[in-house]
């Protein structure tokens, strides 16, 4: 399916953000129904004691720029921009974040401390977000409640994804959206 159908009523780009190697790439790719676009570049020795591979040892790529996927749902087209984990490339946020309407933030919990930084980034552009931890095998289990806790997010939006699942995915997308739209309506009613 590479265009969209003609019953389409409405568009929204979302960010899907994240520290190295959570799984942005692999999400977008689950759940894209167009040949997602990747950028994708060989890790080389030059990343070693730089980027840990802690959990993903089979990994032997990145993004380097972004991932752009698409998927529809019910009415609405889902435009989907995933941001590079490694914070030598967090420049291009910038130009990711205009026009999103919110992002998803996927945490490992093996890794959580590696989440500190991309929440700090995040919360500079003002997007209304919703934490997804990605639940990899063998990850820690923690209540939702320490986790909340644990990344200082006393109110925030969080949920469970495994990224290489479709309707998990999707499920995300979709709590993203409905929490987007809350917040966009709270801000419109406080300038009326
Ligand atoms: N078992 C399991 N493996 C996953 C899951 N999500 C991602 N992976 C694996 O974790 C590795 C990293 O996933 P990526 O999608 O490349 O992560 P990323 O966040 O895009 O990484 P960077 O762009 O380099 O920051 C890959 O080997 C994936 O196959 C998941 O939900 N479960
Ligand atoms: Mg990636």
């Not at 435009?79 to 919110?102: C, H, K, M, N, V």
């Not at 890794?111 to 997804?132: C, H, K």
Request: glycine letters at 8%.
């Amino acid at each position: 399916m590479s265009y969209v159908p003609d019953t389409v009523g409405g568009t929204a780009k979302l960010l899907v953000v994240g520290a190295f190697g959570v799984g942005k790439t692999t999400l977008i790719g689950t759940v894209s129904e167009i040949r997602p676009l990747r950028t994708e570049e060989a890790m080389t020795v030059a990343s070693v004691g730089v980027d840990s591979l802690h959990g993903v040892e089979n990994k032997t790529t990145t993004t380097v720029a972004l991932d752009f996927g698409r998927v529809t749902l019910g009415d609405t087209v889902l435009y989907l921009f995933g941001t590079p984990g490694q914070q030598r490339f967090w420049s291009l946020w910038d130009g990711l974040a205009e026009g999103a309407i919110g992002a998803l933030v996927l945490v490992d919990l093996r890794r959580i401390d590696d989440s500190f930084a991309v929440l700090d980034q995040l919360e500079a552009t003002g997007l209304p977000y919703v934490v997804a931890i990605n639940d990899f095998p063998g990850a820690p289990r923690h209540a939702d409640d320490e986790v909340r806790q644990a990344l200082a997010l006393p109110a925030a939006v969080l949920l469970h994804c495994n990224a290489l699942d479709h309707r998990s995915s999707v499920n995300a997308l979709i709590t993203l959206v409905s929490h987007a739209l809350t917040c966009l309506d709270a801000a419109e009613a406080r300038i009326r």
